[in-house]
């Protein structure tokens, strides 16, 4: 599978009630490490935003609330309520949705999925390198069959 960043996965995946809060619990894997500092990325930029290719690969390799964390740092720094915003805050949305999937809250997960879908841009097709109609789709099938979700591809050379 495409690695978009080179950045080293975490030594587990945090799952509800199963791993340490990776933050708050001294034997987590992020435990003690500094705040992320927010990050903008724009349509320009985003082939070189490192939260975000970070936090596809995260996403597209299950570790959801990791990859959570890493959008976050995108939407803090983008905005809450712009466009931008409301994308980075929609994949954390979605990425929480599975995460409460992979721990059999099926009820959570569809509404968290819902809620992230909801808030991604309609137009245009193409946002941060990501083609939103199939991804949608791809996501909500996954999301009946309690699947797997599917990999986030990025069309990174055809986005200059």
């Not at 996965?9 to 705040?35: I, K, N, V």
């Not at 199939?134 to 909500?140: C, L, S």
Request: proline share 10%; aromatic share 12%.
């Amino acid at each position: 599978m495409r690695r978009y960043s080179d950045q080293p996965f975490p030594a587990y995946r945090h799952r509800l009630d199963r791993t340490p809060h990776p933050t708050r619990d001294p034997r987590g894997h992020s435990y003690g490490l500094p705040e992320p500092i927010p990050l903008s990325c724009s349509q320009r930029n985003w082939p070189g935003c490192e939260p975000y290719l970070y936090g596809v690969d995260l996403f597209n390799h299950g570790y959801f609330w990791e990859a959570h964390t890493a959008f976050e740092q995108v939407w803090l720094a983008e905005g809450r309520e712009t466009v931008n915003g409301l994308f980075f805050q929609g994949l954390i949305q979605i990425a929480a949705g599975f995460l409460k999937l992979a721990g059999g809250e099926p009820d959570n997960a569809r509404m968290l999925v819902e809620l992230g879908i909801e808030k991604l841009p309609t137009e245009p097709e193409v946002f941060f390198g990501l083609q939103l109609s199939p991804f949608i789709t791809r996501i909500r099938e996954s999301l009946e069959n309690e699947a797997i979700p599917p990999i986030i591809e990025l069309q990174i050379e055809n986005s200059f």
